[in-house]
């Protein structure tokens, strides 16, 4: 740390408001110093161009289309970010935690096998989506899903890679390249989706089938140019997958929780309420966006960092990234939330149109449930980090219980604004769950030494 002179420490010393913000942000510089710190600005600058793709992309399917179709899209999307996150809790994160254990060759062949269970993973959902459309033309659900979830059967295999891509690069720390292919999808994907506006041609089926193309062809070129980093051995296929899996169970369970507990509630309302009150949803929640470059940059960053930092440092390092990040987060999403309570009803009026009014209560509950979730990223990337992926499981089985209970009690007599107070009981409980985990478990591993990494 650097030192201060005698009159800046006095200067220091004559000033509060410094010594609290002293107390409150210990070694916050130090700590995001150098290559660390670049790098976290570089993923945050990278989630912030994918959230603004996601971010218009929705602006522009809101206002263009009518609440129905809007409430459609906002399903299907929905549908997509499940087989995200269930690709993620199988592969990437696990890959994140084993990456920095490997050494040479062994990566390699180890980033080949992955590739393996990604192609897998990516027809099974294929077949799932398949499956979906059959169900909607056999009257489970609305009639107009049946045409989207035939789109999804075709494009969710590129939208998987692309992710693949990027979370490998993330895991890796090659953080240039995630950035690079990221805006290469992004200019691709919003040009076609204007195109599609101004030609008038533009439905939740075409926006999906826009949005897989533009990320099919960065993905590709980024195999093709990465293909000698792969190294595919059958017989570490099935080893490797095991490994995954022994780690990645309470993250599957974890994220399946996850979805039933939080993300049914807009099934739920569709189901009570129709296809437009998914649409105000949708559009509540998307104000909730401009937080997305920071709490999803976060996510990329904390957890191969915490990976990193466990191996090489143990318990002691890994407390202290967790400290500082979630003071950071305390701080910012404060700040949000409370701006969020204020200006979200006119944001949504202004971005999304007069179609949507009266959002205020919603927009300021969904807010604060933001607010108690995104707090616990850094302890729960730690977690991560130390093999406790179980903990996670438990807070959304927690979660689950309230949103089947109280939650879809909520969502039947309250509506839209119901589906917001039960994603923030729910998120409140987990939440807490995680923090109190954690502490606990710091406490006790706290002479634990870290396993070597294998070459």
Known sequence: MLRRNPMMRMKYRENPVTLKIQAFFPRILSQFAGRLAKRGVIIIIDQAIVSASNFLTSVIIGRVLTKEAFGIYALGFNAVLLMVSLQSTLILTPYAVY????????????????IIHQLAFSFMSILVFMAGAIAARNGLGPVKLRTLFWTLAGVILFVLFREYARQINFAQLKVHTALLLDIAVVVIQIIGLVLAALLKVLSPKTAFWIIGLANCGPATVWLLAKRPDFIVRFKDVKHDFSMNIKYAKWLFAGALTYWASVQIQPWLLSAFHG????????????????????????TNFLLPHASHLYTSGGIGELKRLVKYTTRVLIL????????????GSRLVYLIYGHKYTNTGMIVAILALSQFSSSITFPANSALLAIHRPDVGFKSFLLALVITVTIGV???????VIGVAEGLLLAHVVAAAYRLWQFSKLSRSQATQTVTEPMR
Do not use: D, H
């Not at 062994?106 to 992955?114: C, K, V």
């Not at 910012?332 to 200006?343: L, N, P, S, T």
């Open 99 to 114: 990456c920095p254990r490997f050494r040479e060759k062994r990566l390699s062949t180890y980033t080949g096998s992955t």
């Open 275 to 298: 296809p437009e009150a998914t649409g105000l949803l949708a559009a509540c929640q998307g104000v909730l966006f401009f937080a997305n470059p920071l709490l999803l940059g976060m």
């Open 332 to 343: 910012v999403m404060g700040f949000f939330c409370a701006g969020m309570m204020i200006w």
């Open 409 to 415: 009690w909520l969502v039947k007599s309250r509506g």
